[in-house]
């Protein structure tokens, strides 16, 4: 006679439950634009196209200012993509 222990039963669950976590880890998205908003107090950036961009560190957006080209890699953390990196055109140019 064998008796069924609850544990396996939990372990789809457990797996199911960290999938949210284990998607945050992925490699950054990544897109480019022009920008048309960068605040500094909140630590935004709006690209011409309209997509918002918080940024985790204000301090990474530099010298970045309206109408210059950027790249930005982010991450989508529920609604809101949050950048990780903002590489303005001559750092993106010298990295190629």
């Known amino acids: 006679m064998f ?49 918002r961009y918080a940024v985790s560190d204000p301090d990474d957006l530099g010298t970045v200012a309206e109408g210059d080209p950027v790249e930005i890699e982010y991450r989508i953390l529920g609604d809101q993509r949050v950048a990780v990196r903002v590489i303005p055109p001559d750092v993106a140019a010298a990295e190629e």
């Open 3 to 51: 008796v069924r222990c609850g544990v396996p039963s939990v372990l789809p669950l457990l797996l199911l439950a960290s999938l949210p976590a284990a998607a945050q880890t992925v490699t950054p998205h990544t897109t480019s634009g022009d920008v048309a908003e960068v605040d500094r107090a909140t630590g935004t950036l709006v690209l011409e196209d309209g997509e």
